[in-house]
């Protein structure tokens, strides 16, 4: 019965230890607050000023920005996270309107991989909201 005290042992001293995955999970929280949410309340802040109604929601895992015309939603944005075997990768998942139809997009924030979310900035993030948004007013092309 002496195990136990010694597993015991190991769960209590253990435990201000985290995991890669507990750490990946803490930094990109924190990439979304740093970068993410500041950008997408930049946008939300201007767009406003175009009579659009911009909400964000954040949640630990993501953040999303919606843009709404006369009630109706023209575009959602939202940052989120892909697990991959070299740790974790921000991506968009990017929902335009499309007349009655909705498209549905992924997309990344710059051509380089691995993307190294601490050299993200937020110019990087607006830039590829800017990129979508475009595509209600010029036609299809990303």
């Known amino acids: 019965m002496a195990d136990w005290r010694a597993e015991l042992g190991g769960i209590i001293n253990g435990k201000g230890r985290s995991t890669r995955a507990e750490q990946e999970n803490a930094q990109f929280e924190a990439f979304l607050a740093r970068v993410v949410t500041p950008a997408l309340r930049q946008l939300a802040t201007e767009l406003t000023s175009y009579e659009r109604d911009a909400s964000i929601r954040e949640a630990p895992a993501s953040v ?6 006369d009630g109706l939603e023209e ?28 498209a549905k997009y992924e997309a990344s924030f710059r051509d380089t991989t691995p993307i190294d979310i601490d050299a993200l900035t937020e110019a990087d993030i607006i830039g590829c909201f800017i990129k979508y948004y475009r595509m209600l007013h010029d036609g299809d092309g990303v």
């Open 64 to 69: 999303v920005l919606t843009v709404r015309k």
């Open 75 to 102: 575009i959602t944005f939202r940052v989120m996270k892909r697990y991959l075997s070299s740790g974790i990768v921000p991506y968009a998942e990017v929902r335009v309107a499309k007349g009655n139809r909705y």
